[in-house]
């Protein structure tokens, strides 16, 4: 395991992505790994063993007063960008219950390149490139 960085400590990320303090029971899930994290102090635990890991959100929706949606993007530190969406629920402004979906670079197949278009994303728009990128 390596330690957590001191720019984070491995604890701030998650909060510095949906904009609220976590509740001290909050859940984390990873649907794509089958995978829970429970409580405000192992997230910290697992985010601590990413040092490299820069990040930086990309828009942020509240909807009503439970719920949040992030858009975000980062680097583990291997310069590929892996654009992100987190959902929190929220109880008393705190995040009790979060849910990651991580999409991993991939390009267009050929047989679908003549269906689509180029979506256009500027580094500093909603998906960010590595020089908007920072740690957390």
Not at 21 to 48: D, H, N, T, Y
Not at 75 to 94: F, K, M, P, Q, S
Request: hydrophobic share 30%; net charge negative; charged share 30%.
């Amino acid at each position: 395991m390596n330690e957590p960085t001191p720019e984070s400590n491995g604890r701030t990320r998650l909060a510095y992505i949906l904009g609220v303090p976590l509740a001290p029971e909050v859940e984390r899930q990873w649907p794509q790994m089958g995978e829970v994290v429970r409580g405000s102090k192992l997230i910290g635990e697992v985010e601590g063993n990413f040092p490299e890991l820069t990040l930086e959100v990309g828009r942020r929706l509240r909807l009503d007063d439970d719920v949040i949606v992030v858009e975000w993007t980062c680097d583990y530190g291997d310069g590929r960008l892996y654009r992100n969406v987190t959902i929190a629920e929220l109880r008393d402004g705190r995040a009790v219950r979060v849910t990651d979906y991580w999409g991993e670079p991939t390009s267009t197949p050929p047989w679908r390149r003549p269906l689509t278009a180029r979506l256009d994303m500027p580094g500093d728009g909603i998906w960010k490139d590595h020089d908007h990128l920072g740690h957390h």
